[in-house]
């Protein structure tokens, strides 16, 4: 069988496509070849010198202050078990927030059973939350937001005077707050719940059991926009429910359209330039962060050949084509067959509206919270009849037959969402005798 790879072990770097630019593999480029011992013949790296950034990130990149590594971010969305079957809910609007923009924050209690009566408790798990400038009102939970990144390793060290004040200071006309407060008697399957007082039975107010809080900044003596870097939000009741999730804010970069290079590097690379016919080749195509900085990109949907792809969508893709094209006439050809049609695999999400790059790698988060090799890649011994199918008759696809890579060129063809375009090929002989 053969495989179609997001991520194949490769030996010798071909061909590099530098920047965010459809980049011309071809006469015109300037170029190195060196020997590379008896696995391959050249090792060749070409960029073409007439290169734009056409198709390039320019506008939607972002970076974080420098010294910042990678962390994880975890879902927009959490809920969690409270007390006597209470859901504690937590949103925020993204886990990336350019610098200057808001953070929007939802935070709920919700009652997912028959209607329950919970005594207050005020056992809160982070002092000082709130859901405004004046407190929590007559609610039961808050939220706070944190500069840094804490976990629930070492948020109970947080006290109130860590929280930002996210509110100006002064004077403010608070609607009626109750006091006394003893207990909250919630409706089935609702956010709705009615505030007793003083050991009573009967509710003094309904109220929904939700709010929302934005932010773009905090307070001090002045006020100060969220600059570059890690924040935590927190979320909490006063039963001692706990919700934390992290925020990255970013800025932008600027890059002159015709005077500089997007910081994402594409780069495509095989294992070998010949192979005899039936023998394995293993190709992979990254991206690269080139900054020494966390970097986040929008996603796109510039591929630039729709045959760019495998099995699952993805935000790179490779193909093969029979004979020597360039950049100015790949289109024209055939893509061949790299896997059957109808192949069953675990395809991850792998296309997100953002991607959160580590310094100086490949790696990068995507918008579900995991950590990607930011690629494609493919090793196999030849390619599929035009039209063939998984066999029916096994679980998983294995009984296909490949034809071999025959003797002549093959071009590769590799390309990521944004646009960028690299080329690279390899020569197939023929079996010894």
């Not at 007390?83 to 939802?106: F, T």
Request: one cysteine or more; aromatic letters at 8%.
């Amino acid at each position: 069988m053969e495989s179609r790879i997001l991520f194949a072990t490769v030996a010798v770097l071909l061909v590099v496509a530098a920047g965010a630019a459809t980049v011309v593999l071809q006469t015109g480029g300037t170029q190195k070849s060196v020997s590379t011992g008896p696995g391959s013949t050249t090792k060749t790296t070409a960029v073409s010198t007439t290169s734009t950034n056409e198709g390039g990130p320019v506008s939607s990149i972002f970076a974080t202050a420098p010294g910042l590594t990678l962390k994880p971010l975890g879902s927009t969305g959490q809920v969690t078990l409270s007390k006597d079957g209470l859901n504690l809910g937590l949103y925020v609007n993204s886990e990336v927030v350019k610098a200057g923009s808001s953070v929007e924050v939802m935070i709920y209690e919700n009652n997912p059973n028959g209607k329950v009566r919970v005594p207050a408790a005020n056992n809160w798990p982070v002092p000082g939350l709130s859901l405004g400038p004046c407190g929590t009102l007559n609610a039961p939970m808050g939220v706070g937001i944190l500069a840094g990144y804490y976990t629930g390793n070492n948020i109970s060290s947080v006290t109130s005077g860590q929280l930002l004040a996210l509110y100006q200071p002064g004077t403010y006309n608070c609607p009626d707050i109750l006091s006394g407060v003893t207990g909250y008697s919630f409706a089935a399957g609702s956010e709705t719940a009615g505030i007793l007082q003083d050991n009573g039975t009967s509710p003094t107010v309904t109220e929904a059991m939700n709010a929302n809080v934005t932010a773009s900044g905090y307070w001090t003596s002045a006020f100060s926009f969220f600059q570059p870097g890690y924040y935590t939000v927190v979320g909490g009741d006063e039963w001692g429910t706990l919700l934390i999730s992290h925020i990255l804010v970013v800025q932008p970069i600027l890059l002159a359209q015709q005077s500089q290079q997007s910081p994402l590097r594409f780069i495509l690379s095989l294992n070998a330039t010949r192979m005899v016919s039936g023998h394995y080749i293993s190709i992979r195509a990254l991206i690269n962060n080139t900054l020494p900085l966390i970097l986040s990109v929008n996603g796109s949907s510039d591929l630039p050949w729709s045959h760019l792809g495998g099995p699952c969508l993805a935000y790179a893709g490779i193909a093969i084509l029979r004979g020597h094209y360039t950049q100015t006439n790949f289109t024209a050809g055939t893509p061949l067959q790299l896997y059957p049609f109808g192949l069953i695999i675990p395809c991850l999400e792998t296309q997100s509206d953002h991607y959160v790059f580590q310094p100086l790698s490949d790696q990068a988060l995507l918008g579900n919270g995991a950590i990607f090799t930011m690629g494609d890649g493919f090793g196999g011994t030849g390619y599929y009849a035009p039209g063939q199918t998984c066999d029916p008759t096994v679980a998983f696809c294995g009984n296909e037959k490949v034809t071999p890579f025959e003797p002549g060129t093959c071009t590769v063809v590799a390309g990521d969402e944004w646009g960028q375009l690299a080329l690279g090929y390899f020569q197939v002989t023929a079996p010894p005798g």
